[in-house]
């Protein structure tokens, strides 16, 4: 989540959707230019970014969790 101060507008089924989404652009970039492929203006490789998204990922689903109960 790239702003801390929005991590809770919305439902949070819907930032799991927009989190998932992220992870798969993320998964994208691997498969098109490798895992040690780095950005060229944040130097951030694939592999840190993915894990961000996991991250994020898991996170969002903790926050759906919380919403439906469980």
């Not at 930032?15 to 970039?29: D, F, G, M, N, T």
């Not at 759906?64 to 109960?69: K, M, S, Y």
Request: proline content about 4%; overall charge negative; hydrophobic content about 35%.
């Amino acid at each position: 989540m790239s702003h801390p101060e929005y991590a809770h507008i919305g439902k949070p089924s819907t930032r799991l959707i927009e989190e998932c989404s992220e992870l798969i652009q993320a998964l994208c970039k691997v498969k098109r230019f490798g895992w040690d492929s780095r950005h060229p203006d944040t130097g951030k490789s694939n592999r840190e970014r993915v894990l961000e998204e996991v991250a994020d990922v898991l996170l969002a689903i903790d926050d759906l969790g919380t919403e439906i109960g469980t």
